[in-house]
């Protein structure tokens, strides 16, 4: 079992950055899969970047390929998302998840999930 812990989230202007942690206990947490979701205003929970135990599989929606990173230090037992050219419609609260399995954009494959952290993108 691991327990998730989000920081970083924020206010922020379009184009600018921001990085998020997500800090897990328990020493199995480098055997997860590692995932980012968020959860606009009024919408469902979407899928963003995910990494695998490796630290070199990762996965990335569309619509931030380009702008978003995700990295992870195992030995540190966090991951990261770091976040740059920031858009209004980027706003969402981040939710950081763990999942035994490989399929990334499947939210039902997470058993571990944070309180998630809000990411505020002015224009």
Do not use: H
């Amino acid at each position: 079992q691991v327990q998730l812990v989000e920081s970083g989230g924020g206010l922020v202007q379009a184009g600018g950055s921001l990085r998020l942690s997500c800090a897990g206990s328990g020493r199995t947490f480098s055997t997860y899969t590692m995932g980012w979701f968020r959860q606009p205003p009024g919408k469902e929970r979407e899928f963003v970047a995910a990494i695998m135990w490796n630290a070199v599989t990762t996965d990335y929606v569309e619509s931030v390929k380009g702008r978003f990173t995700i990295s992870r230090d195992n030995g540190k037992n966090t991951q990261y998302l770091q976040m740059d050219s920031l858009k209004p419609e980027d706003t969402a609260v981040y939710y950081c998840a763990a999942s035994n399995t490989w399929s990334p954009r499947r939210r039902y494959q997470y058993a571990y999930w944070g309180q998630g952290t809000q990411v505020t993108v002015s224009s």
